[in-house]
């Protein structure tokens, strides 16, 4: 069955430290991979995305994500950390072929404290 | 341009009664999905309509729950008998699905209260 793995429920960071929420997947072939963000009583945002080409992708308000194949992980970081980057986020892949689905990650909420 | 677009924002209703929420998803986009979300949880999935194909309901968690997408373009999520367990924030979300813009853009939600 296809999976999507956040190991951490809650991630506590100090703002201006470095951040990484974690990511893994068990999807057959080389899957769509998604960060998704959801900020406190607002809908979800597409933060950033991989399709092909390099492994290291940029995103807004300045994330990025690094897809490694080997350990069918997307892992979304963030060199300084922002308070206001507390909210839930959510890693979704996807698998290629025509007309296949989504399948989300239980969502990890970030809490950067100042 | 617009994004995708819920209503009602809002709706409250007693055990037993029927609703019907509905969604405008961006133009242009062939596919629609529903999820729901309890209080700050993740996603549920619920179904998934892609152009003309049948429709992915695997998600719906009962027969109470119904989904149809008229011309291709707004779905109505209807749910019959509503139960307090039913009570979430019910989110639609579309995309292009075709290379490279696969992402998908969600709309506000429909919070569903049952009482």
């Known amino acids: 069955a296809q999976s999507v793995a956040q190991p951490e429920d809650q991630v506590n960071v100090a703002e201006g430290n470095p951040l990484t929420v974690k990511c893994t997947y068990s999807v057959s072939g080389n899957p769509y991979l998604f960060w998704y963000v959801q900020y406190p009583n607002r809908g979800l945002q597409f933060l950033l995305k991989?399709?092909?080409?390099?492994?290291l992708v940029k995103g807004s308000y300045g994330f990025e994500a690094e897809f490694n194949k080997s350990q069918t992980s997307f892992h979304l970081k963030k060199p300084s950390a922002l308070v206001s980057d507390s909210a839930l986020y959510f890693c979704?892949?996807?698998?290629?072929?025509?007309?296949?689905?989504?399948?989300f990650g239980p969502g990890t909420r970030l809490s950067v404290l100042p | 341009g617009a994004g995708v677009s819920q209503s009602p924002s809002n709706k409250v209703t007693e055990k037993g009664k029927d609703v019907e929420l509905r969604c405008d998803p961006i133009?242009?986009?062939?596919?629609l999905y529903w999820y729901r979300q309890s209080l700050g949880q993740g996603l549920e999935f619920l179904i998934y309509f892609q152009g003309n194909s049948a429709p992915d309901k695997s998600g719906l968690p009962s027969d109470r729950f119904s989904a149809e997408r008229t011309g291709g373009s707004v779905s109505t999520l209807t749910i019959q008998r509503t139960q307090q367990e039913d009570s979430a924030v019910y989110l639609c979300?579309?995309?292009?699905?075709?290379?490279?813009?696969?992402?998908?853009?969600f709309g506000p939600g429909t919070r569903l209260t049952v009482t």
């Open positions: 991989y399709i092909t080409g390099d492994n």
């Open positions: 979300a579309s995309s292009k699905n075709r290379e490279p813009t696969y992402e998908q853009y």
């Open positions: 979704a892949v996807r698998p290629r072929n025509y007309g296949q689905n989504f399948v």
């Open positions: 133009s242009g986009h062939t596919a």
